[in-house]
């Protein structure tokens, strides 16, 4: 028996387990809530992902990659999932990363891009630590303007404070080591009048090399580290504003790189705004797209949509520009409700998204995975609130109910490699 056949056997059979004890049950991935509020007809689509114009071969590029960094050990799959809140929150996409990660021995993890959210003073995900001293200013791309250009990650800081530093602490953790010795800073100057400095194991000491086309210092480190932090040197009496976008942090092995963008509040147009967009994107060149981008977008009274379709394949253009073979996977928005007043009222434009989003999948010869249904479809998030699952305000889940449905995601990316495997295995 082939190794792929071996692999495909156990994977199956871990799978079948995985949904009869878990799922059948009325349970959930970690039997923390019970799912017997949903419908039969929501469990059973929860996990396979949807092609409306029938075509599922458009993954088999995706595939194969996967096939050959599992089965030879060769090469890295790199998944970018972007998106709102929900996103940034990091548990969500945490979640699917961790399942990745930990579906075959001897995986290698990058972690690729992040942001240090605590120095913009917004949530930064658990799964790494952020932390800063000095002053630092922000600009996101939820606002129309911002005073400097923004990239992949939708923010920067800056800062003119010569004792400003930013610190990242990677958790290595779930079984998955996310070591790198590569730094990219993604940054720049008003003018070359500081040195751009890491500290890494609290002694040594790097210089960033400048590199003016793509906007960002690099660094080459001795060694393997899961930490590092930021500072500046002075090289005259001139100082002028440092701005950043956020790290590249890569570790050369062959693995999955899974990046997760997000953006509290952030549309379609607030990624559009970003003018170092496809810049950054270089850095990723996903072989999977994962877009959870529209909560915001339908959040009032005037949802158009056929805004928010060009608005999409706008972006989408642009993602392709740069990785032009890239699958495509849509998550339609959950359930959700706006606050009128002191009283609470269904977001009915959330079928209108589902619509939209289908109409996408269909345009781009795309997957879909359809929260919206699987939740319940309108009013639902009542119910999932009432489970524990989601939070107060009607439009986010609680880390229980991230962890469910980045579970449910992955199970349907699983089903379909597994489906992939059953026509291609050798």
């Not at 929260?371 to 639902?380: A, Q, Y």
Request: glycine content about 8%; some cysteine.
């Amino acid at each position: 028996m082939s190794n792929k056949w071996y692999f495909f056997l156990v994977v199956l059979f871990s799978f079948c387990v995985y949904n009869q004890a878990d799922i059948v049950q009325g349970q959930s991935i970690f039997r923390e809530a019970s799912l017997s509020f949903l419908n039969d007809s929501n469990m059973t689509n929860k996990t396979y992902i949807y092609f409306p114009s029938g075509d599922t071969t458009v993954y088999n590029r995706f595939f194969k990659k996967l096939d050959k960094l599992i089965f030879e050990g060769e090469g890295n799959v790199k998944i970018l999932h972007i998106g709102g809140s929900h996103i940034q929150a990091g548990t969500l996409s945490h979640q699917i990363r961790t399942n990745l990660l930990t579906m075959f021995p001897g995986l290698a993890g990058s972690r690729g891009m992040i942001f240090p959210f605590s120095a913009a003073k917004t949530n930064n995900p658990l799964n790494y630590r952020t932390t800063s001293t000095g002053t630092w200013e922000v600009n996101k791309n939820t606002l129309k303007t911002s005073k400097y250009p923004l990239g992949l990650t939708g923010m920067c800081v800056f800062t003119n404070d010569l004792d400003a530093t930013i610190s990242i602490r990677l958790k290595n953790n779930d079984g998955v080591v996310y070591d790198f010795n590569k730094v990219y800073v993604l940054g720049s100057c008003d003018s070359g009048t500081r040195r751009v400095m890491l500290k890494i194991q609290d002694s040594i000491a790097i210089e960033g090399v400048y590199d003016s086309a793509k906007v960002m210092y690099s660094f080459v480190l001795p060694c393997y580290t899961d930490s590092f932090t930021l500072y500046f040197e002075k090289q005259d009496s001139v100082w002028g504003n440092f701005c950043l976008r956020g790290f590249w942090l890569d570790n050369s092995l062959p693995g999955i790189t899974y990046v997760d963008i997000g953006v509290n509040g952030a549309t379609v147009p607030s990624y559009l705004r970003c003018s170092y967009l496809e810049n950054d994107l270089r850095f990723v060149k996903p072989d999977l797209c994962i877009f959870s981008i529209g909560i915001n977008d339908a959040s009032g009274t005037d949802f158009d949509t056929t805004y928010f379709q060009n608005n999409y394949k706008e972006l989408i253009r642009r993602i392709r520009n740069v990785s032009p073979d890239c699958a495509i996977l849509f998550t339609t928005n959950n359930d959700s409700f706006r606050k009128v007043g002191k009283r609470y009222h269904n977001n009915e434009n959330g079928l209108l998204a589902q619509q939209a989003f289908y109409s996408l999948s269909e345009y781009y010869n795309a997957g879909i995975w359809d929260l919206f249904s699987f939740m319940g479809g309108l009013n639902s998030m009542k119910k999932w609130e009432e489970k524990g699952l989601g939070q107060r305000d009607k439009i986010h889940f609680t880390q229980e109910g991230y962890n469910l449905i980045g579970n449910l995601i992955y199970n349907a990316l699983l089903s379909n490699y597994i489906d992939y495997l059953k026509t291609n295995g050798e």
